[in-house]
């Protein structure tokens, strides 16, 4: 359940939320735009790297398709298609305009090749300078589990931590990652930032 205490910013409009990290980042995405939607409020969602194309009808291709969506009370998806039935970012004069126009956004800003967890490589995470919030995500199931089996590049994610890939994660060594300025802060900066 998404509740406003654990994330304030779902309290008031005009925010632009990247969401960076491991497992359970889409699942997120969507479950905040829905609360938000369901509050009356206009939320666009779309990826400045990749997502997966909904299926639930929240998909749209032009601005009156946007329109309509956010007049049925939804929340609106925005992208280019890509392959493998995925989305990457629409061209961004008409995503400025749409966020511009939206009361929430939300992006996903990162992939993790569906593994729970990660270290991102040189060109990730891509973050909009409209971002205000980066909320960190990873899947609790990577817990108690070699890090070399759950975390994508985990190579990178041992040199990190400073231990070996075959190292159990433990949610010490998971907060870590999260909370490490090469791991889930990458790029935050002065932005609000939650994991």
Known sequence: MIGEQQFPFLAEKGHVVSLVGGGGKTTLLYAMASHCAQ???????????HIQCPQNGTWAQTDAQV??????GSYAV???????????????AQLK?????????FLEADGAKRLP?????AHEPV????????????????LERPLGAVCFRAE???ALLGVPQDTILTPELLAALLASSQGGRKLVGSRVFCA
């Open 156 to 158: 990178q994610a041992a």
């Open 39 to 49: 509050k009356g409020w206009r939320v666009l969602v779309s990826a400045t790297t």
């Open 78 to 92: 925005v992208g280019t298609p890509a392959s493998q039935g995925k989305l990457t970012m629409p061209p961004e």
């Open 117 to 121: 967890c990660k270290v991102p490589a």
């Open 67 to 72: 329109q309509a969506l956010w007049a049925q």
């Open 127 to 142: 973050i909009l300078t409209q971002c205000d919030t980066v909320l960190a995500a990873a899947g609790l199931s990577a």
């Open 97 to 105: 305009i749409w966020m511009n126009q939206a009361d929430a956004v």
